[in-house]
């Protein structure tokens, strides 16, 4: 049971280049996160999905595409890298919801440069 | 809106001390969910634990214990008898009944001396 991954583990992208980061859970959990953690920030919400075809905007969406086609996976697409996108990425899901424990992938080190 | 404050950015603690972290929410729900959350060194995610609104029973878990207070919008979070492998970054996170969000603070970074 693998649980939460993301892919890559770490990615260096200049400035303007678009990406794909993976994330697949074989949990079937209905609902996934994408966060991002800065130095000082926390983990900031940027898009989010209750279950296949329907995705919602967190806190920081913008630069960011998200889509859940199926169960098992919720891509974060960067269309056009920026440097202020320089981050960790976290995936995360949850079984039932928000108000049940949080799964989390291994994070994705992200370099726009 | 949803809201978590994590006053507390570094904290260094001797070994053996106890230690509590802060964690201040705010909601305009009356059912909620608070969660404390681990981020070791290794840089992964790891479950705490997990309290809803209605149950402000405080919970101890080894040398871990958590302290519910809805009376001040608070969920502090101790350690007793620190040890360096609890050197680690610790969130503190809140979703409410009414959204599918999980909002988290900034983390308080915990450094514990050997």
């Known amino acids: 049971n693998a649980g939460v991954t993301q892919t890559p583990k770490f990615q260096v992208l200049k400035t303007g280049q678009s990406m794909t980061l993976q994330c697949a859970q074989d949990?079937?959990?209905?609902?996934m996160y994408w966060y991002r953690q800065d130095p000082g920030m926390g983990l900031r919400l940027i898009h989010y999905s209750v279950g296949a075809g329907i995705t919602d905007q967190g806190e920081v969406p913008n630069g960011y595409n998200v889509s859940r086609s199926t169960t098992e996976d919720f891509p974060l697409r960067l269309l056009s890298a920026a440097p202020s996108q320089t981050s960790v990425y976290f995936c995360?899901?949850?079984?039932?919801?928000?108000?049940?424990?949080?799964?989390f992938g291994q994070g994705t080190r992200l370099t726009v440069v | 809106a949803q809201k978590v404050t994590q006053a507390q950015t570094e904290i260094s603690v001797v070994e053996k001390e106890d230690v509590t972290l802060d964690c201040v929410y705010e909601?305009?729900?009356?059912?909620?969910?608070l969660f404390w959350y681990k981020q070791p060194p290794s840089g992964e995610l790891v479950f705490l634990i997990r309290r809803n609104s209605f149950d402000e029973q405080n919970e101890i878990s080894g040398r871990y214990s958590w302290n519910f207070q809805k009376s001040t919008s608070s969920f502090n979070f101790t350690i007793t008898a620190s040890q360096v492998v609890d050197s680690a970054v610790y969130f503190c996170?809140?979703?409410?009944?009414?959204?599918?969000?999980?909002?988290f603070g900034k983390g308080t970074r915990l450094h514990i001396l050997p």
């Open positions: 995360a899901s949850t079984s039932r919801g928000a108000n049940t424990e949080a799964f």
């Open positions: 996170a809140l979703s409410e009944n009414r959204d599918d969000k999980i909002i």
């Open positions: 909601t305009r729900d009356t059912t909620y969910y």
């Open positions: 949990m079937n959990h209905e609902y």
